[in-house]
């Protein structure tokens, strides 16, 4: 049973750039949370989708935007790249809260690491 | 608005010692969830625990056991006879109860980065 998995591994990008990072859950998952760790901090919570709608958000930018496809894979986008938006971004996935005992418990992928100079 | 804080940055102990990480969290709702998570080097996090606000039971699972207070609001995480394995960082974590559909937003602590020396 494939677990959570995020493309790519490892990015760098320039000042101003987008970037686009992608995230599949787990198998029968059908919620998707983003978060950033910046080094040596815990992951802060940016966002999190729902039957493709943007259920709950963070603190963040409008620069910070996502998107949840039928298969319930999403994407998180990030515009205008600032040198602070470099870190770890972390791709949680679990099931509805409403699904019983073990809905919300959230299943973390490897992380995409982008590096903005 | 909620938080949560672990005072201990780093901790180094010799294999088979005990040792215990301390999480202190904060928030006005009387229902919510507690986590804890290690993260190893590869940087996955690992769930743990999860414990609701109305289940103060201290709970065991092999090696790592569970200190839930809500008079002190502590959810401490003590490791007995710590293996070189356990090495990693660990998070505590915090969410309010949710309506919603969906999933929890976890706000998480700095985390506390355990060496466990041979």
């Known amino acids: 049973d494939a677990g959570v998995t995020q493309s790519p591994t490892h990015l760098i990008k320039t000042r101003g750039q987008q970037v686009t990072l992608r995230c599949s859950p787990k198998s029968g998952h059908d919620t998707v949370s983003w978060y950033q760790q910046a080094l040596g901090q815990g992951p802060q919570f940016i966002f999190q989708y729902y039957e493709e709608e943007e259920r709950q958000r963070g603190n963040f930018p409008d620069r910070f935007s996502g998107h949840q496809f039928p298969n319930y894979s999403s994407e998180l986008n990030v515009n205008a790249l600032l040198l602070g938006d470099s870190a770890l971004y972390l791709c949680a996935s679990s099931l509805d809260v409403l699904a019983g005992a073990s809905g919300g418990e959230q299943f973390f992928g490897p992380g995409t690491r982008l590096t903005v100079l | 608005a909620q938080k949560v804080t672990q005072a201990q940055t780093e901790i180094s102990v010799v294999e088979k010692e005990d040792v215990t990480l301390d999480c202190v969290y904060e928030?006005?709702?009387?229902?919510?969830?507690l986590f804890w998570y290690k993260q190893p080097p590869s940087g996955e996090l690992v769930f743990l625990i999860r414990r609701n606000s109305f289940d103060e039971q201290n709970e065991i699972s092999g090696r790592y056991s569970w200190n839930f207070q809500k008079s002190t609001s502590s959810f401490n995480f003590t490791i007995t006879a710590s293996q070189v394995v356990d090495s990693a960082v660990y998070f505590c974590?915090?969410?309010?109860?949710?309506?919603?559909?969906?999933?929890?937003?976890?706000?998480f602590g700095k985390g506390t980065k355990l060496s466990v020396i041979p």
């Open positions: 928030t006005r709702d009387t229902t919510y969830y």
């Open positions: 974590a915090l969410s309010v109860a949710y309506s919603g559909a969906g999933s929890y937003q976890l706000t």
